[in-house]
């Protein structure tokens, strides 16, 4: 299927892209393989049902699939809970926490002394974030998933992705792992917040947590603590069950997060 990526947006083969990583959808299956329906449970707005379909799309070429999977999904698909394990919790189990930085509640981090690369970690966010700005998928649900309007930050993260500018100075984003067992379980799509600053968008990636922040009105405090760009690249724990439980009124508000889990 020759059209233009949407990334590089020059006309090449498009491959069928994943919305979120097909790992994701792996390690949501029912563990007991002596069930005959191990599939994932999917939660909208009008039902609930288990689905073996994924969301993909004709959206980019196999050059810039490869750039996602080597600066942020590799990476990260081997740091979030699978199932048996949670390697990136286990890191911060051995860490010093840091002081003062204060997040709901939240312990801080530095994830350069904890030998987190909290860059792919900021790399593989901004790209699921900005997949949902520049595209409709069409969800397992039959509904179609809300554009995000990323402002001006869209471009300069494309360009970021992309690799031909550094990381955008009108970005912060907040990386929270989770420690309650209920946000372990699962992963929904990004969604738009309400009652901060400036445009915000919130995800769940199977216990870890983003907070993505765009435009110029971000508050400085959301910056120093950006895990791309705080000198110590900050990293937070916490327990997320209540932002999990957000995500679902939003989602019964009629506003479309596909909430995949077991």
């Known amino acids: 299927m020759i059209r233009v990526c949407k990334l590089c947006l020059k006309p090449k083969d498009l491959q069928d892209s994943h919305f979120m ?29 288990t689905t073996s379909k994924q969301v993909t799309d004709y959206v980019l070429c196999s050059g810039c699939e490869e750039l996602f999977n080597k600066n942020g999904e590799n990476w990260m698909l081997k740091q979030v809970w699978n199932g048996k394990r949670f390697p990136l919790r286990d890191r911060l189990a051995v860490a010093l926490p840091l002081q003062p930085y204060t997040l709901s509640n939240s312990i801080a981090f530095s994830g350069a ?13 901004l790209s699921v974030i900005w997949r949902a700005a520049v595209h409709q998928w069409d969800s397992p649900s039959g509904r179609k998933t809300t554009v995000l309007n990323l402002g ?3 471009e300069p993260i494309r360009t970021f992705l992309l690799g031909e500018t550094p990381f955008p ?14 946000s372990r379980g699962v992963f929904y799509m990004p969604a738009q917040t309400t009652g901060i600053s400036g445009r915000s968008f919130v995800m769940l990636a199977r216990g870890v947590q983003f907070m993505v922040f765009t435009g110029d009105s971000i508050p400085p405090i959301v910056h120093q603590m950006c895990c791309v760009k705080s000198a110590a690249k900050l990293i937070f ?22 909430i995949v889990g077991r």
């Open 152 to 154: 001006t930050a869209e």
């Open 169 to 182: 100075a009108s970005v912060a984003i907040l990386a929270v792992v989770c420690m309650d067992p209920y």
């Open 113 to 125: 002394m904890a030998g987190i690369d909290t860059e792919q970690l900021g790399y593989f966010a």
């Open 237 to 258: 724990q916490r327990d997320c069950s209540q932002k999990t439980l957000e995500a679902y009124a939003q989602l019964m508000n009629q506003r479309p997060i596909p």
């Open 21 to 49: 990583p097909a790992a994701m959808y792996k390690y949501v299956r029912d563990p007991d393989a002596t069930k005959k329906n191990r599939n994932p449970v999917l939660v909208t707005a009008k039902t609930t049902t």
